[in-house]
């Protein structure tokens, strides 16, 4: 381990090996750190055509795939210029587990390894064992070939794997420590050991033997007076009221009492993702707490990432966003309003779909009227930071006398618990 001084300090601004197999020593009370989730990138030559087969997929999983590449572009550019000393990406970093976009993804973020930034990243429920790993031409979905755990290790050695100072026998969880007393608990709750040639499992769970070897790990700081930030891809807090019952899938199985296991264990702040919003929660136990940070999509509304400044034992959390692309099927129009009315007609076609399938059932006519409402409770969700406009509360008063527990859940959308989503501040003390 190198010491401490002005003269190494130089060193580390000039280089960093690739390997990350040494813990620099950046003044502890000033790291810089950018978060991004959920990238969901496809390469190009996926998408030999586009057809129903493609637009089929879009409005089961409406994410922007075609443009992922342009806007990765955009990301890098911004992180190159941004200068963190650390990327954690909290997984889904491909469309669906692609060979091909696995390593298409890896070339580019060389860029990143050139201008010494060093990245971590952990699986999402997309990247593995994934049968719906496919190339689109016209009316077709040719199946492609995907990547086992073990060759998802291998791929990202240089982003985690290699230099981690221990790792989970039971999961590709790890722990890394990227710089002196900062310690990355990278957990890995994905199902991939349960997908069939037919179904890509979404939900997530903590292994019990893996969750014994999180705290082990969590003790091991805690006797060394080491910082612990942790990444995971799923949520270990719910996030709005009634997401554990809407959308279960989005949280670790058990989450409440995963989530009091970490706090007691130590941890006090998670990164995470999949749901695409970008949202914060805090959960408590006594005088202790646990800070579930989750970041958005960059390839859906409206395009987040983290910055994160951490200073004195404390994170100074703030949200950038992907403000244009260069991608010729805009025609004109702003990103912003672009992502926008994309994410909006894919929220409304899947709460149509939702609403009118069991446990709610809902008449067509019904589902049309409230499908715009809850899409518009879901964009509000998805940016952080919810405001119940007058408009929003008149339209909901009139879905409760229609359905009460429908109206419970869009108004669990914009409530925002605390703390706020966009820009927070986390003490590690």
Known sequence: MIACNKENQEFRNQSMPSDGNNSFCLNPGNIKIAVLSDLHYMDPSLLKSDGIAFQMYLLQDPKLLAESGAILQQILHKLVIEKPDLVLISGDLTKDGELISHKSLLQQLKILSINHIKVLVVPGNHDINNPDAKLFDGDNAISVETISPEYFKTLYADYGYKSAIARDPNSLSYVSEPFKNLRILALDANEYYNNTPS?????????????????????????????????????????????????????????????????????????????????????????LSLTDIETGSPVIYDSPFRIVNFINNKLYVTTRHIERISFPGLNGISFHNYEKSFSLKGFEVQAKYMLMNPPYS????LADQIAPVFAEAMLAHFGGDEVLTAEANAQIEQINNISPDLANIIYGLYTDLPPTDNSLVVDLK
Request: proline fraction near 2%; charge should be negative.
């Open 199 to 287: 179904y890509c499992v979404v939900a997530g769970k903590i292994k019990d033997a893996t969750m014994e070897w999180a705290k082990t790990q969590l003790a091991d700081a805690k006797a060394k007076g080491k910082t612990v930030i942790g990444m995971m891809h799923h949520g270990v807090i719910e996030h709005f009221m009634g997401e554990s019952v809407i959308f279960p899938d989005y949280l670790v199985d058990n989450w409440g009492t995963k989530a009091d296991e970490l706090m007691q264990a130590g941890l006090k702040v998670i990164f995470t993702g999949h749901f695409h919003a970008n949202d914060a929660i805090q959960r408590t136990l006594g005088n």
């Open 362 to 365: 809902v008449p067509e006519e």
